[in-house]
């Protein structure tokens, strides 16, 4: 079975922190995503990887950044936290086949 | 990606069979049908995923009709671990990384 773990189920940080969010598969896949998911608006793609080193914006990108070093990790970072980042985070991986693979999902809190 | 539509709920008995249909009738010869789910707050989980054929693996069967414009989810035994939000959606292999989940069907299953 694909595993896809993200670092936090619940996270709590105040209005201009650095926020760093893990994901880890161990399936070996190329192609990593980092989604929000809000009431009312569905799942937003942040940014996608492709490969170790490479990043796409997806359509969501302003305030966010992230980084593949390693194929299996590929981590979210907010610069500078604010309260209309709050939202529930969600991190994917993708098979040859197009199957997404979703994460447990990180419920950020900005105060 | 092709819309679709789906009821916005459906309450089934536990043990029962859980049938949840979707329309999709603008699809193209090229569009896959797929199935997640997502149990409140957790990431969307990956069901099937079928093109043409019916498809069956262990946690459900899809039914695709022949001329593909509708398709059924079936859990042919629901448990109470099967309520969730269940979301249609298609796409082909050039859709590119966005997943666009619509409003689902809310399955409540109830003992």
């Known amino acids: 079975d694909v595993k896809v773990t993200q670092s936090s189920r619940y996270l709590v940080k105040r209005t201009g922190e650095k926020v760093f969010l893990e994901c880890v598969q161990d399936?070996?896949?190329?192609?990593m995503f980092w989604y929000r998911q809000d009431p009312g608006l569905g799942l937003r793609l942040i940014y996608f990887?492709?490969?170790?080193?490479?990043?796409e914006k997806g359509d969501i990108p302003e305030g966010y950044s992230v980084s593949r070093e390693k194929k299996e990790r590929f981590s979210l970072i907010l610069e500078s936290a604010s309260t209309n980042q709050t939202s529930m985070y969600l991190c994917?991986?993708?098979?040859?086949?197009?199957?997404?693979?979703f994460g447990p999902g990180t419920r950020l809190l900005v105060l | 990606d092709a819309k679709t539509t789906q009821p916005p709920s459906m309450d089934c008995a536990e043990g029962r069979a859980a049938n949840l249909p979707c329309n999709h009738s603008t699809i193209s010869g090229n569009e896959y049908v797929y199935w997640y789910r997502q149990i409140h707050s957790q990431g969307p989980q990956y069901i099937i995923h079928g093109l043409k054929n019916n498809e069956t693996n262990e946690m459900a069967s899809l039914i695709i009709t022949e001329d593909r414009k509708s398709s059924t989810l079936i859990l042919p035994h629901a448990t109470l671990r099967d309520t969730a939000v269940y979301y249609c959606?298609?796409?082909?292999?050039?859709?590119?990384?966005?997943?666009?989940f619509g409003g689902g069907t809310r399955l409540m299953v109830k003992p």
């Open positions: 994917a991986t993708r098979t040859v086949k197009e199957t997404q693979y």
């Open positions: 399936m070996d896949h190329e192609n």
């Open positions: 959606i298609v796409r082909g292999d050039n859709a590119g990384n966005m997943l666009t």
């Open positions: 990887s492709y490969d170790v080193k490479m990043k």
